[in-house]
């Protein structure tokens, strides 16, 4: 018996910035995981992450990330993922700027 598809989401870093994106369903990379494409079909997913990889000018290191839905969008299952979101852990810059003023 096959085991049920987990849904995923595509992310890379942007190759500028380094910043952790997502794709969205309308083609954008954003870097708000809440935005991301949630992928419910497997051979949609391998499809989107060709696309992804196809992008080499904007970003780098794609893959396909497990994730579920959400009340706001789609959250991440693993702790990698979860940590990801939440930008670099170097306090200075990134997602994390803002709470380093606290």
Known sequence: MSRAY????????ALIEGDVVYLTADDRWTRDHAEAELIEDEAHAQLRLLKAGHQRNI????????ARRGPNGPEPIHFREAFRTRGPSNYAHGKQEGAARV
């Open 6 to 13: 987990t849904p995923k989401v595509v992310t890379a870093n």
């Open 59 to 66: 970003v780098v290191g794609a893959y396909l990330a497990d």
